[in-house]
């Protein structure tokens, strides 16, 4: 199965940008990275994708490592509304299945 | 609407009774997946269905069924509830191809 490993934690001052970092080192080819966020009591809420490019849209940016085996999630300036926890998830590229780690808690400073 | 809407919201039942939770969307994707939360913990894979016809288990199937009933139902049952399904109980859909999910809010399910 495709693994991620992120912190358990970080904490950013409000309005500052936010790197959160993911390693996925036994991510296949055909594997894409996806980013959502939770906040208590919600469901998961997408956030961005990608394959192999650095992505942005209106939420955060993606930046990919050239051998892809690492990614970072960044929220160019933090809200407290962006305290929430980040899961970094690898969609298979053969089955189309997420497989979630435990996530990183944000949590974002006044 | 919200696209995915999960029900009951909050249920407790007692050990050995089965119980379905119900999931439908409005968005008319092919693709529905039930995962299961515990506390501190990410989501883990039940089952999931690319159409009307294809049921698949996903990472912990042991102890859960589900019916797709139609394109935009999906339920997921409990045959004989038991206290470590304890847990909160998320319904995502998703289109073909590589996007996201969209999930709904979620079933808090207590076992006593």
Known sequence: DAKTTQPNSMESNEEEPVHLPCNHSTISGTDYIHWYRQLPSQGPEYVIHGLTSNVNNRMASLAIAEDRKSSTLILHRATLRDAAVYYCILREGATNKFYFGSGTKLNVKP | ?112
């Open chain 2, 1 to 112: 609407d919200a696209d995915v809407t999960q029900t009951p919201r909050n249920r407790i039942t007692k050990t050995g009774k089965r119980i379905m939770l119900e999931c439908s969307q409005t968005k008319g994707h092919d693709r529905m997946y039930w995962y299961r939360q515990d506390p501190g913990l990410g989501l883990r894979l039940i089952y999931y269905s690319f159409d009307v016809k294809d049921i698949n288990k996903g990472e912990i199937s042991d102890g859960y069924s589900v019916s797709r009933q139609a394109q935009a139902k999906f339920s997921l049952s409990l045959e004989s509830a038991i206290p470590n399904q304890t847990a909160l109980y998320f319904c995502a859909i998703s289109g073909q191809g590589f996007g996201g999910y969209t999930f709904g809010s979620g079933t808090r399910l207590t076992v006593v």
